[in-house]
């Protein structure tokens, strides 16, 4: 199994540009998580997804930031307008379900806005 | 808000001895998890342990579980150079979701 896929694995780009970082989870799972880490504020859950439907996009930090599971192959986290803050590691992992069991994450995508 | 706070948030211990990291969390929980991250890698999932379990071993690793006071301890026996990396626990307060701490940063002197 390949594991978790994320592409790119780098960013960058200009501040009012706009960003589509993707993901592929491991084949047979059905939940996928997006997490962004930074040093100020560690790793945080923005949005989770169970059987292609968004659960939680509490984590979301504003309209900016968009996600989307067309089917369960793929998912798609996008940012626009991107700011300089928006800076950080975006991490997407998945599991055989939502709570109480372990998430397999991907190598992440880093971003650099500036 | 983190639900998990690790401490310490930095340990750096020479290679063979032990190496102790606890987090503490807030609210009543189904489980927790530990995870290890090394610098630039995604986080790699090591153990999980559940409320009503009180201690779990895997090869070097042994956690326990105190849900009276709400912490957790990850002892890696042993170290090695390899184990150098970042561990976060995670708990899982039933909402479908985990919930990761700061994470203590783990370097091992050769």
């Known amino acids: 199994d390949a594991g978790v896929i994320q592409s790119p694995r780098h960013e960058v780009t200009e501040m009012g540009q706009e960003v589509t970082l993707r993901c592929k989870p491991i084949s047979g799972h059905n939940s996928l998580f997006w997490y962004r880490q930074t040093m100020m504020r560690g790793l945080e859950l923005l949005i989770y997804?169970?059987?292609?439907?968004?659960?939680?996009d509490s984590g979301m930090p504003e309209d900016r930031f968009s996600a989307k599971m067309p089917n369960a192959s793929f998912s798609t986290l996008k940012i626009q307008p991107s700011e300089p803050r928006d800076s950080a590691v975006y991490f997407c992992?998945?599991?055989?379900?939502?709570?109480?069991?372990?998430?397999?994450f991907g190598p992440g995508t880093r971003l650099t806005v500036t | 808000s983190q639900q998990g706070e690790e401490d310490p948030q930095a340990l750096s211990i020479q290679e063979g001895e032990n190496a102790t990291m606890n987090c503490s969390y807030k609210?009543?929980?189904?489980?927790l998890q530990w995870y290890r991250q090394n610098s630039g890698r995604g986080l790699v999932h090591l153990i999980l342990i559940r409320s009503n379990e009180r201690e779990k071993h895997s090869g070097r690793l042994r956690v326990t579980l105190d849900t009276s006071k709400k912490s957790s301890s990850l002892l890696i026996t042993a170290s090695r150079a390899a184990d150098t990396a970042s561990y976060f626990c995670a708990t899982d307060a039933g909402a479908q979701k985990l919930v990761f701490g700061q994470g203590t940063r783990l370097t091992i002197n050769p």
């Open positions: 997804f169970n059987n292609n439907v968004p659960i939680d």
């Open positions: 992992a998945s599991s055989f379900r939502t709570g109480g069991i372990e998430q397999y």
């Open positions: 609210t009543s929980i189904n489980n």
